[in-house]
């Protein structure tokens, strides 16, 4: 049958295949088309585009330690890009990858020939090596967030748990506040404040999850920063506040700031304090009062404030009777007849290295709830902690491929959306979502957008013009043969927008016409 037929064998085929369905605003034809290609991610090729200029796809495949022999193997493109896909699309399980095996535009864009299976895609995964696999993604996760280091900027360390429910490795029994007794795996995450950006992951077994654990992949880090591009703080709860931690901070002269666990030695420190005199504003509320501490097992004497905020209006204190198995109630009330009042506090304490006031001190660990937001955003929006297998190695790679994604994704939306930060759950629907139709004619191929939400004309406007400031800077690049990469103008240009780092703007004196260099473009 010749080609022309074969057309004409199709046309009739769908010209059939259209049927009339009764609806409430009355009868429509629908018509099924098997042969068009069209994507519900349509404005994902401006994303394709920021990894392909800037080069972070190429040297995450040439990277890659997978190897296949047989000819009939996936390629490098076809599995990282099928991994990639689905991380964006926000799935949590590799069973989730069929969900993208209809899309046909975007592996393409990503010089894919066809998105793999699940079973496929796991199966590439327990191919790479761990000890290779594992320094592959670090690094890369270390390249990702490098040229923003020279900016001020703070490192938050937290522990994620992350309830399992099958026969992993390392489904243990440990610390787990929202499942008790539930096996889990522990995610010990350090993260780059402000920008929100993964330095580096690593999951342990569910009974790994205290800061001892987590501190050699801590003490890594900053072992492998240059001077100039260490934190100017290193932040965590009260599961760091341990002597062997901060000895370690102390001996790199690094600054800290965590807090401390309210045992009875601390408090007791509390009750010296508290009717002292001196208790300076440290804002929200919230009043400080500095002092020095050595804890039973701290080697010296460290600096400590303790902070406190009265409780407003009347309080209610409720327990249970472990001898009696009754419940208690009791109120805490002003006894305002006889003119005596009762006033509760809530306190913290915090230990530091720094010497800054007790009021910075208190608005910089506030700012650390930041930080649980990218922690929960990982988790929840993300799906990290999923992609579990059997073996904790493809976890592991899971973790930091989830990390890597995450990173590349929230610095393309700064560029789009600089003045303030946006989580997936609004970010993926306003600058990914819309039906792509792909068209082909004389030798140019054409994708076709159709919006999906009330935002579609503003994401337009963004992407069209990231897509210019990128295509300008590789302009620029090749203009001016110089080592300055579009990856390196993307940082520069985040940089400066949003902390102020950057080369100033030359002046413009009356009467002479002077041009902005070095700006990056903007």
Not at 335 to 357: P, Q, S, W
Not at 414 to 437: C, F, K, N, Q, Y
Request: include cysteine; glycine fraction near 10%; aromatic fraction near 8%.
């Amino acid at each position: 049958m010749g080609e022309s037929k074969l057309k004409l064998a199709k046309r009739e085929e769908m010209l059939l295949s259209c049927v009339g369905v009764q609806t409430v605003a009355g009868r429509v034809q629908v018509r099924w088309e098997t042969e068009s290609a069209a994507t519900p991610m349509g404005q994902l090729a401006y994303f394709i585009e920021f990894l392909n200029l800037t080069g972070l796809w190429s040297r995450w495949l040439e990277g890659c330690p997978l190897t296949y022999t047989s000819p009939n193997a996936p390629s490098k493109a076809e599995v990282l890009g099928t991994w990639l896909l689905s991380m964006l699309a926000g799935h949590r399980r590799y069973s989730h990858v069929t969900t993208i095996r209809c899309d046909g535009i975007n592996p393409g864009l990503l010089g894919m020939r066809k998105v793999i299976s699940e079973d496929a895609l796991r199966n590439a995964l327990k191919r790479i090596p761990e000890a290779e696999g594992t320094a592959w993604l670090d690094t890369h996760l270390a390249d990702s967030v490098a040229p923003l280091l020279d900016a001020a900027w703070i490192l938050d360390t937290d522990a994620t748990i992350r309830p399992l429910y099958g026969h992993q490795e390392g489904a243990l029994i440990g610390y787990n506040p929202k499942k008790p007794g539930r096996p889990s795996h522990a995610y010990h995450t350090y993260l780059m404040a402000g920008l929100r950006q993964v330095l580096g992951v690593e999951v342990r077994a569910g009974n790994e999850h205290t800061a001892k654990h987590a501190q050699p992949g801590l003490l890594k880090i900053l072992d492998a920063l240059p001077s100039q591009r260490k934190p100017r703080l290193v932040r965590g709860d009260n599961a760091f506040g341990n002597d062997s931690l901060m000895t370690a901070l102390e001996e790199r002269h690094q600054p800290y700031l965590f807090k401390l666990k309210l045992s009875k030695n601390v408090k007791r420190h509390i009750g010296k304090l508290f009717r002292q005199p001196g208790w300076a504003d440290a804002g929200q509320g919230w009043e400080g009062l500095d002092g020095e501490l050595a804890l039973t097992g701290w080697g010296q004497k460290r600096r400590v404030v303790v902070l406190r905020r009265p409780l407003m209006g009347e309080i209610a204190v409720t327990g249970d009777d472990t001898d009696n198995g009754q419940q208690l109630l009791a109120f805490v009330e002003a006894d305002r007849k006889a003119g005596k009042g009762i006033t509760g506090y809530e306190y913290a304490v915090l230990v530091t290295n720094t010497d800054h006031e007790v009021l910075s001190l208190g608005q910089l660990y506030r700012d650390r709830a930041d930080a649980e937001n990218a922690f929960d955003e990982l988790k929840n929006q993300w799906g990290w902690g999923g992609f579990t297998t059997h073996d904790l190695h493809r976890c592991q790679l899971a973790a930091r491929g989830v990390a890597l994604a995450y990173n590349w994704w929230s610095l393309f939306v700064r560029l789009a959306h600089p003045d303030a930060r946006r989580e997936a759950i609004t970010s993926r629907p306003w600058l990914m979502s819309s039906v792509g139709r792909r068209t082909e004619h004389a030798g140019q191929t054409t994708i076709t957008l159709t919006g999906l939400h009330a935002h579609f004309d503003k994401a337009r406007a963004m992407l069209m013009r990231v897509s210019a400031m990128l295509q300008g800077w590789v302009a620029q690049a090749a203009e001016q043969l110089s080592p300055v990469t579009v990856w390196q103008r993307v940082c520069d240009h985040l940089k400066q927008i949003i902390a102020g780092v950057g080369p100033p703007k030359s002046l413009r004196l009356p009467g002479i016409m002077q041009t902005e260099s070095g700006n990056c473009g903007f």
